[in-house]
């Protein structure tokens, strides 16, 4: 199930599903330690009238959206069997580590009525099932689930009292269903303490009239100590909830809006997706500098890991995208992080977690029986490609020089020397898709974006040798692949070639990626004809030709496709890409047509919150893979900047005005 929405605050990030029950809680970092795992829940139920009924019956019927130009969520949902409407407002609190909840509930009923609402909480502390405990603290009255430095307190308040009933108990364990089967009779045992696989339920009991509304102030905080979570609890109740939730609800209104973007001949739906963009970027990023490609645990059902790592390559597609939309000190934060993981070789591994620690990976060590390097260069590539964007926007030449040895010139150094000496192409990695080995046109051109890139930083730093070094590697790279990638006969670049010994085996799969990092990164300006002639190539091969539209990423691609009877499910990125092609092209205002389609395409295969994903079934359109993927929403940033700058740069209108 695709999240609806994703809060956070750089050490907590919160994911809630359709039916706004939290799926994931991550701390201490984004991304890393998911305390619900994805498989369990917290959710919210209510009593009525001998009857409860919780949030994911189908009796409810729920719809989740942001607040506009906030980091909080807002929930609605109406019950006719239980005859209530509910409000749900949801923030994770900007500078604590709180998650907070504002519930209004309204009994709609022509009577006055005793009503009941419930929360209930399955935690897998640590990701693993064993040793947690719960108890109910009867001097503060709130509960407390914990496990060595993992500590989550509960409280919740309603017309100025707190809960007044409780229980925890065992689930899925020992034949025990869960605790929230005791609020069937609208009566909680009110068992104190477990351990095991423990969950907990608290409840408040409500007094409304017929018509009567009242609101339900429900907070869990998140801390390492168990005194840090007591004072928290105190913090809460001496600044009160709602200054804490309206507080967090200004701070994102204000950062998401300091750029006053003019936004010239887009529709309000476009508008409304860039700042939800910006929002689930922003949420997705820890204050350590780690960048997640997303928070969705439930990829988990379908495989053996999730997306719940910090990819170089998303990364620095995330940075460029925040450097542009003015919030320059995630970039920065961002590639302090890669200063701390770079090998001493100068390359980046496959991905990280959160905490600065190698991630899983599928890519071996061996091939054929030889050592291979179990990377994607690109991602190295990007890194220093993003760091030049990010010079170019700040003009910060102390932080450049201060990353300069560490991570632009080991990682140059790198690129310049991991080449085949006899074409002078990069040697073999694998691809940004992360599927296949060779000797890509893509990295290549990424290659060739970052040592330019490398030349021009060493040249500010009065480097000469470095920045001729950088500048005659980079050159010959563009050569190499406009020799040996360019395919004739199909009028399109090769996908990649593999190098053994005096062979070259060419793969001609036709990939979006390929003409894009040829034109993205420079290797051939805009105009020339192998670059309009590979764009129309693949537009006619990569659509799926659907009502659904959009661009695969290549021919043959079986990642999460159900039919045979398309190229592959279209993704977000690489029709974005081809947005970005029909931007550089365009010469007057009504060239940008396309793209204002291609973007208006994008708000329109969103979930209801804005939440984009990795890619849509090709003939319902559902989101299909990770939602959200930060990658996806950084290239729809990206694409609407560009397109701003390509009006300002026709003398048309400016990219932003100053507030």
């Known amino acids: 199930m695709p999240k609806s929405l994703v809060l956070g605050n750089g050490t907590v990030l919160v994911c809630l599903n359709a039916d706004a029950n939290l799926s994931d809680f991550y701390f201490p970092y984004v991304g890393l330690e998911n305390h619900i795992g994805g498989h369990y829940k917290h959710r919210i139920g209510v009593y009525a009238d001998g009857n409860i009924r919780w949030f994911g019956d189908p009796s409810w019927k729920i719809e989740t959206d942001y607040i506009a130009d906030t980091l909080a969520g807002i929930t609605k949902a109406v019950n006719d069997f239980l005859q209530v409407q509910m409000t749900v407002e949801d923030v994770v609190y900007n500078e604590k580590n709180i998650f907070l909840r504002e519930v209004t ?23 693993s099932h064993r040793g947690d405990t719960a108890y109910y603290d009867p001097i503060k009255r709130i509960i407390i689930h914990y496990k060595g430095r993992r500590i989550f307190l509960i409280n919740a308040v309603a017309e100025h009292r707190q809960f007044d009933d409780y229980s925890i108990g065992l689930f899925e364990i020992e034949g025990k269903e869960g605790t929230h089967k005791d609020a069937d009779d609208g009566k909680l045992s009110k068992n104190p303490v477990e351990h095991g696989l423990v969950d907990s339920v608290i409840g408040l009991t409500l007094f409304l009239k017929a018509g009567q509304k009242t609101t339900i102030n429900y907070w869990m905080t998140a801390s390492k100590h168990m005194h840090s979570a007591f004072r928290l609890n105190e913090y809460v109740l001496k600044r009160t909830p709602e200054y804490l939730m309206q507080s967090t609800k200004n701070f994102w209104k204000a950062w998401t809006n300091k750029q006053n973007f003019s936004f010239y001949g887009l529709d309000n739906n476009i508008i409304s997706l860039f700042k939800k963009s910006l929002l689930c970027m922003r949420a997705h990023v820890g204050n350590n500098g780690s960048i997640l490609a997303s928070g969705d645990s439930d990829m988990l059902q379908h495989g053996r890991d999730t997306y719940s790592y910090v990819w170089p390559r998303d990364g620095a597609q995330v940075a460029i995208g925040l450097d542009k939309a003015g919030d320059v000190n995630v970039a920065k934060r961002f590639f302090e992080f890669c200063k701390d993981i770079i090998t001493e070789e100068g390359f980046f591994m496959h991905k990280y977690r959160s905490d600065k620690s190698l991630g899983s990976s599928w890519h071996p060590w061996l091939r054929n029986g030889r050592i291979a390097l179990p990377i994607q260069e690109d991602e190295t590539a990007l890194v220093v490609y993003a760091l030049w964007k990010h010079y170019y926007i700040t003009k910060d030449i102390e932080f450049i020089e201060e990353l300069y040895n560490p991570v632009i010139k080991k990682a140059a150094e790198f690129m310049v020397d991991y080449r085949d000496p006899s074409t002078k192409l990069p040697k073999a990695s694998y691809d940004l898709w992360e599927e296949k080995w060779g000797t890509h046109t893509f990295s290549c051109s990424a ?46 670049f090769l996908k990649s070639v593999n190098i053994d010994g005096d062979q ?11 003409i894009y990092g040829i034109f993205k990164f420079g290797v051939l300006g805009i105009e020339d004809e192998r670059v309009k002639q590979n764009i129309e190539v693949i537009k006619e091969r990569l659509s799926p030709k659907t009502e659904v539209g959009g661009i695969a990423r290549y021919e043959g691609d079986y990642y999460y496709r159900n039919t045979s009877d398309v190229p592959g499910n279209p993704w977000f990125i690489t029709t974005l890409w081809l947005a970005q092609y029909y931007i550089e092209v365009a010469k007057q205002e009504a060239d940008l047509n396309p793209v204002k389609e291609i973007l208006k395409w994008t708000s329109q295969h969103t979930s209801r919150s804005g939440v984009l994903s990795e890619q849509l079934d090709p003939h319902s359109g559902a989101q299909v893979s990770a939602a959200p993927l930060t990658w996806s929403h950084a290239e729809y940033v990206i694409t609407v900047i560009e397109y701003l700058e390509k009006l300002e740069h026709m003398g048309i209108s400016k990219v932003f005005y100053p507030i």
Do not use: C
Request: aromatic letters at 8%; proline letters at 1%.
């Open 105 to 127: 509930l309204k009994n709609v009923s022509d009577r006055d009525r005793e009503i009941k609402i419930y929360f209930h909480h399955q935690f897998e502390l640590y990701e």
């Open 447 to 492: 290659v060739y974006g970052a040592l330019k890139a490398a030349s021009r930083i060493a040249s500010l730093l009065g480097k000469k040798n470095s920045m001729d070094r950088y500048n005659e590697a980079a050159n010959e790279v563009k050569e190499a692949i406009l020799h040996h990638l360019w395919d004739q006969e199909n009028r399109t």
């Open 504 to 514: 070259m085996i060419p793969d001609k799969t036709i990939d979006m990626s390929s």
